[in-house]
């Protein structure tokens, strides 16, 4: 996050502008602010809206990484109330078995209260089977990834063995 906010990709200290704001909902744009922090200003408004109208929505946009979809969710069950929370993201994974990027990591989210004190039982999951992150970081250590990772197989790249049959770099840098 830190290496983002100097390379001016993330902008510490964001404004969060309304575009449109009906009773129920809210869309609201932020120039490339922290995910955590715009992301929860954005639940925080519709926790608002469904408090006073049984629903809430917020959409914003221009938002920098998102962080765990966990968060948002719970925050809104904590209130007594069922979370949703969605991100899109760049398309960087192939899908199980192809070898070209058609995948975003694409989280959701789910939050719903429990009785009495109790952590809400939250459901944060995604679209690929691990973070691009962890491809790269393999890539950067010279490793293969597992196919465990569900990134696919190219036997090729391991002498037809399968067992860790995608070279990351590849990967990683977009020519799966």
């Not at 809430?56 to 904590?78: D, L, M, N, Q």
């Not at 569900?150 to 990967?171: I, K, M, Y």
Request: charged residues 20%; negative net charge; proline residues 5%.
């Amino acid at each position: 996050m830190v290496e983002n906010i100097q390379a001016g990709s993330t902008n510490p200290d964001p404004e969060v502008k309304i575009l449109a704001e009906y009773p129920a909902s809210v869309l609201a744009e932020t120039d490339r602010g922290i995910g955590r922090y715009v992301s929860a200003v954005g639940m925080d408004m519709a926790i608002e809206r469904a408090e006073t109208y049984g629903i809430g929505a917020a959409t914003i946009r221009g938002v920098a990484h998102w962080g765990r979809g966990y968060s948002y969710a719970a925050r809104a069950a904590r209130a007594g109330m069922i979370g949703l929370a969605f991100t899109n993201a760049i398309i960087n994974f192939p899908a199980w078995g192809t070898s070209a990027a058609s995948l975003g990591n694409n989280p959701m989210a789910i939050g719903v209260p429990v009785e009495g004190d109790g952590e809400p039982a939250v459901l944060d999951i995604a679209m690929t089977q691990t973070a691009i992150g962890r491809v790269r970081e393999a890539a950067e250590a010279g490793q293969r990834c597992s196919t465990r990772l569900g990134v696919g197989c190219r036997r090729e790249a391991d002498n037809g063995s399968g067992s860790n049959c995608r070279v990351p770099t590849l990967l990683a840098d977009g020519r799966a």
